[in-house]
């Protein structure tokens, strides 16, 4: 096992598992986070107020992010049962980071109502998810409520208007949940919502005839290089020397935190006399997945944190080069990063036959391995294969988070 499976072991487990899924505003900025925990139920919750450590790992972790000007926290939202909300077993959260969201599955009793003004008036702000606009069971909510979640596969795009339009005198902030795809997002973008949650950054907008560019292209020929047993510092310098800026950014990040490198390094050569050829691999690979333009910073954050928790499942589990499930993580987005198809945009990008199977059709150990870190992190717990304790499933996916941020730091600065 390697020196880093072996720190993740000794981390502190938590009593929970934990994801985070991003809420987005109109300019596909992350604006909040929805707090995703094995169970939802009230001992979980309990789990934040009753164990500092977890409480502290979502302060420090899971509501951080980088932005322009280094590292901010955002609200979470919280999900919580009839249980919680009526027993006084609801944690004191500082309400400026935590919105409760109550279920539309809730039985909407004058109690219910009552505890809902309670804690909006100590300064929570309020989500209804679920919400049905058939059932009058929700009408007395809407006066007190601050973010209603409208699930727009369940309601139907078509019907989205009509809604819109019976809500207005409410003046509340309307949430686009299961956004799957860019038209979605464009129509619901039309229609006024004000916020957005789903999957539709992971989703390729095909463009027909779209090629990868220049700078890209670069990437690509280094990769190719490196591919070759004959590379060297010499002949990868001899690619690099046509964008030196390119290798100025690459050797940045390489002497950011994020790597820990010995000594400062001021070459590529001088990089892989240090630190060898996989590790200038895991760098041009890292650049090739930052955002072109027009692509939200969300959309390489989620490729970085997929990439290293790949990478260190690999490792916890005793697997083979663990380089190559990072590589699959990483790249497993790249379809929808350069609006390319995957299929096709792997016949240009050099990989073996192993790794593009695992990309387009999660075959193998490395395959299995991204549909682990896929379900982790859509908080689907449930359907994890298992092959190591779940709390370390946790402490890979807490470690990935930090690590992405470091990166992104180095990527910005």
């Not at 339009?165 to 039309?190: G, I, M, N, S």
């Not at 700078?215 to 290089?225: A, F, N, Y």
């Not at 290798?247 to 935190?257: E, H, P, Q, R």
């Not at 990089?271 to 959309?299: C, H, V, Y």
Request: glycine share 6%; with cysteine.
């Amino acid at each position: 096992m390697s020196k880093l499976a072996s720190t993740l072991q000794g981390e502190e487990q938590l009593s929970v598992l934990m994801a985070r899924q991003p809420i987005f505003s109109k300019s596909q900025d992350v604006v909040a986070f929805e707090l995703l925990f094995r169970g939802q139920e009230g001992s979980d919750l309990r789990a934040i107020r009753d164990d500092i450590a977890t409480f502290d790992v979502v302060m420090n972790t899971y509501a951080n992010i980088v932005a322009e000007k280094g590292s901010k926290r955002l609200p979470c939202y919280l999900k919580i049962t009839d249980k919680v909300l009526l027993g006084d077993s609801l944690p004191e959260l500082p309400p400026t980071l935590f919105s409760l969201e109550i279920l539309g599955r809730s039985d909407i009793t004058p109690l219910f109502i009552a505890k809902v003004k309670e804690f909006s008036h100590k300064g929570y702000r309020i989500v209804l998810a679920d919400y049905d606009p058939e059932d009058s069971r929700f009408d007395p909510l809407l006066n007190v409520i601050h973010v209603l979640k409208l699930d727009i596969q369940r309601l139907g795009l078509s019907q989205l208007p009509k809604i819109i339009h019976k809500l207005k005198p409410y003046q509340l902030d309307l949430l686009a949940d299961k956004v799957e795809t860019k038209d979605e997002f464009r129509q619901c973008l039309e229609m006024g919502f004000s916020l957005y949650q789903g999957y539709f950054l992971s989703r390729p907008v095909a463009v027909k005839g779209k090629k990868i560019g220049t700078s890209k292209v670069l990437l690509l020929q280094l990769l190719g290089e490196l591919q070759q047993e004959s590379a060297t510092g010499a002949s990868l310098e001899g690619i690099a020397i046509n964008d030196p800026a390119l290798t100025y950014k690459i050797l940045k990040v390489v002497n950011s935190a994020a790597f820990h490198v010995p000594r400062e390094i001021n070459s590529l050569s001088h990089a892989i006399t240090l630190l060898g050829m996989e590790q200038i691999r895991r760098w041009i690979l890292l650049f090739l997945t930052t955002s072109e333009d027009g692509k939200p910073n969300e959309l390489t954050r989620s490729m970085l944190i997929r990439g290293r928790m790949c990478e260190l499942l690999a490792e916890l589990m005793g697997r083979e080069s663990s380089m190559n499930y990072f590589i699959v993580g990483l790249l497993s987005q790249l379809d929808a990063m350069f609006d390319i198809e995957m299929q096709e945009l792997l016949q240009e990008v050099p990989l073996s036959h192993e790794l593009k199977n695992a990309l387009l059709h999660y075959s193998g150990s490395m395959g299995e391995t991204l549909q682990d870190v896929e379900n982790y992190e859509r908080g689907q717990f449930d359907q994890l294969h298992g092959q190591i304790d779940r709390p370390l499933y946790e402490v890979a996916y807490r470690h990935s988070l930090k690590w992405s941020e470091q990166v992104m730091n180095a990527l910005q600065s």
